[in-house]
């Protein structure tokens, strides 16, 4: 099988979650002697294209034309339907994102492929049969698919695979694409990102707060908390919704779904709609007052207290333990 | 300005999901059905356009009739008429593929529809519908104004927004706080009776995956309470038996 993973960059640098779908195409790959081929579209950072051979890509295609420097759904999805063709692929890998998620949809469309997208774990394939298992009710549950049509894509979402570091060398080429000015109509007129910060879609750690901190003055203990863990901030909807806090730190039904190794829920009651967001999480800590909050069923490890208290009290203990 | 909006009828944000015949079948008993969260934002939005710029908003929602009260609550909230496609929504191509059928000759300036479905989460409906009427599509979209033919938008992205105009046409997946969510009148309920639904029937699309079966997460075992004044030790257990420090 000849897998294709599609690779997403920041500022030149190579995600990691896009190093996770090169280590989720290699698990696939190794069930049925298959090649993973990385494609790199734009500014790349030569430095950066090792890490993809470590995460078990074979070669990886560089198609280094500048158009492809600043991101774009429609040009994304042109070059890499035209790659995948080229290279006469039978499976594109996409790790979930605000960019190449809707751009792999464009791309099965382009090249007549299946597509499945939140995908959580590696697909099993025995001869011609693919079953994938992807999660549903927006975490409440999961449906496994048999995949039936020939070309497939998958997007796959954070955690579906451990990352690979031991691979190899992977061999560079130069690749060229089609894209067209149609592929342009959308103008970017202004772009405002929180630099600096963990992401909170792709952060190992997150630490939310909810409308238990009262006020978004008292954001300080949990952005110390994020900081010494080095984890992104999450909300609950209210906290959003009153503009305490920022859109786009708003965890849950509605908001951004996360799925980090540890969540810690600090003053959110564990509304069904925030649980939805975050049941994939590994495990979870929730600080509550209120020993009756719901959130303490769905949590692996509970403080019952007031976060005033508890919360410069963990940060202590956890740096303690870093230092 | 004639506007088009995808709706789905889905589980209640709260309802408890079981499935039934050797877990292949959602088990609708004492399910309440709403009309998307993400997609009764596209609604409001589109409501509000339609006020601003003399247009129109068809509904279009492919499902079996037992979506029809989904339909007409959001012909109550201000849609104009309505179109249902008379299928099983299946997988998001053939859903997409409805979509873009029933689209192609209605010259429809905007296709708002939710960023995602909250029962199938495919979040791709919108991207696949671009692509099959060759269209640009934008998604998640916060923020919609339309002016002189020009689309100017905000969308989230990862830690942050971007703000993108586009020419009309084009399909954009919407969600909060594009706008406020509305709630039917009186007035709304009365005439979404009598406002046209047309039923038509689906177009064929190649069948792409086929379900095998449901399953639900495993039960979480029981949470560790930890002592407010014994945090070294969830600290120690986060380390050592969690491993996530
Ligand atoms: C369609 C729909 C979609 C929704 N989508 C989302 C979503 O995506 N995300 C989301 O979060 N919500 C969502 N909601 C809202 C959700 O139902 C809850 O209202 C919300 O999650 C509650 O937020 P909260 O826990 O911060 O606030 P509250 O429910 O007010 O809870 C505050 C908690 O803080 C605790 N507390 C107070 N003081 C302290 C203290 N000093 N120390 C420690 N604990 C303290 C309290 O005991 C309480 O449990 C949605 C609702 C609907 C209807």
Redesign the pocket.
């Known amino acids: 099988m000849s897998i294709l993973v599609f690779i997403e960059t920041d500022n030149g640098n190579v995600k990691k979650s896009s190093l996770e779908a090169v280590s989720y195409a290699h698990a696939i790959a190794a069930q049925n002697q298959g090649t993973v081929t990385a494609l790199v579209l734009g500014k790349v950072e030569e430095s950066q294209l090792g890490a993809l051979g470590m995460a078990g890509a074979s070669k990886i295609l560089h198609a280094d034309d500048t158009a492809l420097d600043t991101p774009s759904i429609m040009a994304y999805a042109s070059a890499t339907a035209k790659i995948f063709n080229d290279t006469n692929s039978d499976l594109l890998i996409l790790a979930q994102s605000a960019l190449a998620t809707p751009a792999g949809a464009r791309t099965a469309v382009k090249v007549g492929a299946a597509m499945v997208s939140n995908v959580i774990e590696v697909p099993e394939v025995s001869g011609d049969s693919f079953k994938v298992k992807r999660g549903i009710f927006t975490g409440k549950a999961f449906e496994t698919l048999t995949v039936t049509a020939p070309k497939k894509v998958l997007v796959v979402k954070k955690n579906a695979v451990e990352m690979k570091t031991d691979g190899g060398d992977a061999t560079v080429e130069k690749v060229s694409v089609d894209i067209s000015e149609g592929d342009f109509k959308l103008k970017v007129l202004e772009t405002h990102k929180q630099e600096g910060d963990v992401l909170l879609p792709e952060a190992e750690i997150v630490v939310s707060g909810?409308?238990?901190l009262k006020g978004p003055e008292n954001w300080g203990i949990i952005e110390e908390l994020a900081g010494t863990l080095g984890a992104a901030t999450g909300c609950?909807?209210?906290?959003s919704d009153m503009d305490w806090r920022p859109h786009h730190e708003?965890?849950?039904?509605?908001?951004i779904k996360v799925s980090p190794n540890l969540y810690i829920a600090v003053?959110?009651?564990g509304?069904i709609?925030?649980l939805a967001?975050v049941n994939s999480s590994k495990c979870i800590v929730v600080?509550?007052?209120?020993p009756e909050?719901p959130f303490f069923k769905a949590a692996d490890y509970g403080v019952v207290g007031?976060?005033?208290e508890v919360l410069p009290k963990l940060t202590e203990a956890i740096k303690a333990v870093k230092s | 300005m004639k506007i088009l909006v995808c709706i789905t009828h889905v589980p209640d944000?709260t309802a408890k999901i079981a499935f039934t015949d050797s877990n292949t079948k959602f088990d609708e008993s004492g399910v309440q059905f709403i009309i998307g969260?993400y997609d009764d934002y596209a609604l409001a939005r589109a409501v509000e356009l339609k006020a601003a710029h003399n247009g129109t908003v068809t509904v279009l929602n492919v499902g079996l009739a037992n979506t029809e009260p989904t339909i007409r609550k959001a012909l109550a909230i201000g849609a104009d008429d309505a179109i249902r496609v008379n299928a099983a929504p299946t997988d998001s191509f053939f859903v997409a593929s409805q979509i873009a059928a029933v689209a192609k000759d209605g010259n429809y300036d905007l296709i708002l529809m939710g960023r995602e479905s909250i029962d199938f989460n495919s979040g791709v409906v919108h991207a696949l519908v671009g692509e099959l009427l060759g269209l640009v599509s934008v998604s998640p979209v916060m923020k919609l104004e339309v002016k002189d033919g020009v689309a100017i938008m905000d969308r989230e992205i990862e830690g942050g927004k971007q703000s993108v105009e586009i020419p009309l046409p084009f399909v954009a997946g919407c969600q909060e706080p594009i706008a406020e969510w509305k709630i039917p009148n009186m007035r709304g309920i009365m005439t979404a009776r009598t406002k046209p639904l047309q039923v038509v029937e689906p177009v064929g699309a190649e069948e792409q995956v086929k379900l095998d079966q449901y399953s639900l997460p495993e039960a979480k075992g029981a949470v560790k309470i930890v002592q407010q004044d014994q945090i070294d030790d969830l600290v120690k257990m986060l380390q050592n038996e969690a491993k996530v420090l």
Request: aromatic letters at 4%.
């Open positions: 909810g409308r238990g609950s909807k209210p906290v708003h965890v849950g039904q509605t908001g003053g959110i009651s509304a709609q925030h967001g600080i509550n007052k209120d909050a007031d976060a005033f | 944000t969260p």
